[in-house]
């Protein structure tokens, strides 16, 4: 299977109608990060809630993980639906224990077990590597107020790779983990004309973005967690760093076949 990405949602942290707070699913069974409405927004891509055996979480800021009930919930009846299905396996940073721990309390899971799948939760910290079957997860560093991760996903076979930064302000070592990738979906949550690195919330403007792709020498950069009113200034911002970049869309999805070949549908 080539390895692909599908944009579940590409929006900032407060959604508007029809949006969804930034999350992905690659090769349609690993959710990165969990939208307001990610077990919804899944189906608008032909993926059942059903279907998703590992998530992913860059950090637990609030429209990183707020859908996480709503996937849990929608996820009980996987192993009635699967017969060969094993735990659903959840990774992050240290703050995803106590988020499961609130995610179950709103579930009331001591009052409803059935409500949640069996699963088990994963520390993740970086320089860490793991394989699920013919993917290598390796978990980078992110520059944002609280504990937070970048991943960097690889078909062993085709080596085709995307590297999702989560949220994160520029850093050096972004550049090294993101380098020869194949696409680098980065955020782009800060405006193109602010001036600086706003140190209290740490996210990258596009021009940052179009820093990390040039100096990765990434094949083609793809923006998301933007304002919709925002996205022609950030694409001509980002273009004159780096011209190969595009705007995510919700609902798209890029398919890459090997090292240099993607293509978007
Ligand atoms: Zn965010
Ligand atoms: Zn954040």
């Known amino acids: 299977m080539a390895l692909e990405v599908a944009f579940v949602g590409v929006s900032s942290a407060h959604p508007g109608d029809g949006e969804e707070s930034t999350c992905f699913l690659v090769n349609d069974n690993i959710l990165v990060d969990v939208g307001f409405n ?27 993980v707020i859908g996480l009930p709503g996937v849990l919930f929608l996820s009980s009846k996987r192993a009635d639906a699967r017969a060969d299905v094993g735990p659903l396996q959840l990774y992050g940073p ?13 579930l009331q899971a001591d009052r409803f077990p059935q409500v949640v799948p069996d699963h088990e939760v994963h520390l993740l910290y970086p320089e860490q590597s793991l394989e699920i079957g013919e993917l290598r997860v390796d978990v980078g ?3 944002h107020p609280l504990d937070a991760r970048s991943y960097r996903f690889t078909d062993t076979v085709s080596k085709g790779s995307v590297v999702i930064t ?90 890459i076949l090997g090292p240099g070949q993607a293509a978007w549908v």
């Open 38 to 64: 990610a077990g919804i927004s899944v189906q608008a891509l032909g993926v059942s809630p059903l279907d998703i055996d590992h998530v992913f979480i860059t950090h637990c800021h609030h429209d990183h």
């Open 94 to 106: 240290q703050d995803l224990a106590v988020v499961t721990q609130a995610a179950l309390a709103m």
């Open 141 to 143: 560093r992110a520059f």
């Open 166 to 255: 989560g949220d994160t302000a520029y850093h050096e070592g972004l550049a090294e983990f993101a380098k020869d990738c194949d696409v680098l979906i980065h955020e782009a949550a800060a405006p193109p004309a602010a001036a600086t690195v706003n140190q209290q919330f740490l996210h990258s403007r596009p021009q940052d973005a179009a820093r990390v792709a040039q100096e990765s020498s990434t094949s083609s950069l793809a923006l998301v967690h933007y304002q919709a009113d925002q996205a022609a200034a950030m694409l001509s911002r980002a273009r004159e760093g780096f011209p190969n970049t595009r705007i995510a869309r919700k609902g798209q999805r890029v398919k």
